[in-house]
């Protein structure tokens, strides 16, 4: 046995996804990092190990505009263009490569960390270090770093450290949540086990282990859908231990898991009623996929009234989406639905306040366990969330030790600093502004070649009409500055009347319609095609999104075919959502069968919504408005131009392309999306600056395939104007650039 220590800036303790983007946010400003990690592959419940698909606020493309950016979006794309198919073993290298591309991070695989040094009275803990056993090479390893973050799902550390945390299901009265029990109890979301199945061309038998469940038992088979075509996490629901200790009980939970697991997989092969001859297992887990154990205490408890109500926090450092997800503590021996799901209108703000712990000085906590509300967990649980958590955790991390405080600290004093980092890397943060006075982009008239302002949508004469006589349309517009008339492409069985609304989002984190401003009642004077016009130029609006709503209608079909309108425009079908809220929920519309395709509708006044001077701070995501600049139809010379009155040393421009986050990418099977590249992202490019002998190239970029471009510009530039010119995208007709940052250094 070798005894080592190892001294960083900050150790993050746990390699799930929000350890990965909390060791690589803490890399990449400025901090060394020790990342330590209980198993040999990273990913934690998203790894190969266990194979839980990434899922965040896009919801399965139930929220709108929602993917995330910064570290899981890139997560995300590099998946998408090295593994479409969603093989396990690559997505786990795709992890691990994004950890080993940094020179800052120190990784530590297969170190089971057991002991925590720490000291102070029960409000006020230091953790002073930690110690792990890294078991393939015998190494006792301790830990030592100014800033620790509990990464580990579990919160070992902070258990170990005296931070202070929340179990099961708080009672009704905790937090004035309706979706809360009415008295506590200890219960908890249950863990997974899933399996993989494959075609072996010929007849294979099954032989049941002993350790097999009749699930016709229990009623299995009547209760949930089993089917030989469902593979991995199509089985989610197969959930148990909720009502014990999923530490304490952990080898307890895994073989009725896995006793479960045979049992499905014995009725699929031996009881005749499935065509599976050939079918046989090739993969089944071994580590139960743990959802939920403690939550740290922090000096804000996230709460269900905050996700559904959207409080929106001066400390936002990132964004969730998906539902409020609960499941019967019973898992599969529940007579219940196996979930239930709550949404809200849109999207909602985390707060920085949630990831440090109350009563342990420098410990960050990011992933399950931060500090939530067992309602609120519902939601902030998942992965891709997790991630963004991680992201914001790891780099307040790094700014906690470059500035020599605390993260309470920070929260008084340096939120605003956060945020500028996290908004410059691209992270997941919504309606907060880049502002930064380093940023020479703000200080430039901001010009392009051309601009798309026309907002309309021709699918041309392969149009179809789609009917609407059982759900409502909606189409989801920028009105900017306002919309003053909408004409809708509709073929009509018969003369008939439509009602039209418009609706306002009520605020940038909603894509569906929320408050109505208007209703029209329009005639359609003849059968056959032609346009529903409907005027609003007497309504008062606020510049924003804004949807135009034609109610359901025996007689009407609205017009659509290939091709995608201009970015930010989405069209809508009316769903009836699982839970009655009387207020809006965003899984009551969606674009799931209009995506990429077009309605037939034109909008006047022109449009301001992708005007050049965006690229240019503001924000850097759709929020009220697409937020971007987009050329006219490309013709290879297209740019935007960032003019100043006077010369500027230029070393660092930093690019933010559009790559769709209304695309929802997903780790493993989950669905296939059919772009190795999204075609709006900018493919080939090159950066100009104007200098006493005129435009001269500095970048020049081929095949890009990234959302963020960081170029240090070689030498010494001093220039008077920079312009980027597109000369090719992965596929879209139109340049688009969401930011243009520049920089002296």
Known sequence: MIELSHTADVTVVGGGLAGVTAAVGAA??????????????????????????????????????????GLMGELFAENQWRNPEGNPILWDHVVLDLVRAEPNITLFLNTEVREVEADGDEDDRIIRA????????ERLIRFESPIFLDCTGDGLVGLLAGARFATGREDRRAHGEDWAPEVADDNMLGSTILFYTKDAGQPVRFVPPGITKDIEAFGLPLRRQIDPGMNGCDYWWIEWGGELDAVADNERIRDELWGVVFGIWDHIKNSGRFDADNLTLEWVGTVPGKREYRRFIGDYVLTQQDIIGQTRFPDTIGFGGWSIDL??????????????????PGLYDIPFRSLYSVNVRNMLMAGRDISASHVAFGSTRVMATCAVVGEAAGTAAALAVRRGVTPRQISAAHVGELQAMLVRQDASVLGVPWQDPADLALKATV?????????AGDPGADAEPYPIGEVDFGLLLPADPRVDLVRVGVEAARPTTATVELWSTGNGLNHIPVELLATREVAVERAGQGWLEARF????????????????????????????PPYGVLGLLS?????ELGSAQSNEWSAFELRRRTPRFEVRPDTAAYRPGQVAGGLARPFGGPNLWASGVLDGTEHVELRWS????????????????????????????PYLVRPELVKDYRIEAETAGGWEPVVRVEGNRVRRRVHVLDGVVRAGALRVVVTATNGDERAMIVAARVFQD
Do not use: C
């Open 130 to 137: 930690v110690t792990g056993w890294q078991s393939g090479s």
């Open 575 to 579: 769903r009836v959502a699982a839970v």
């Open 646 to 673: 006077e010369e500027h040393v230029i070393g660092r421009v930093e690019l933010v392309f559009n790559d769709d986050v209304d695309e929802d990418l997903v780790n493993l099977h989950h669905h296939r999306t």
């Open 537 to 564: 130029d007497d309504v008062d609006m606020d510049p924003g999104d804004v949807v135009v709503v034609v109610r359901r209608n025996d007689d009407l079909a609205v017009m659509v075919g290939a091709g995608r």
């Open 327 to 344: 499941h019967p503590s019973g898992g599969i021996y529940a007579e219940d639905s196996p979930s239930k799901h709550l949404y809200g």
């Open 447 to 455: 010009t392009a070649s051309s601009t798309l302002t026309r907002l």
């Open 28 to 69: 990449r400003n400025g901090a060394r990092v020790a990342l330590i990690n209980n198993r040999g592959v990273l990913g934690g419940n998203a790894s190969s190990e266990i194979r839980v698909w990434v899922v965040g606020a896009t919801a399965h493309g139930a929220q709108k505009f929602a993917r995330e950016t």
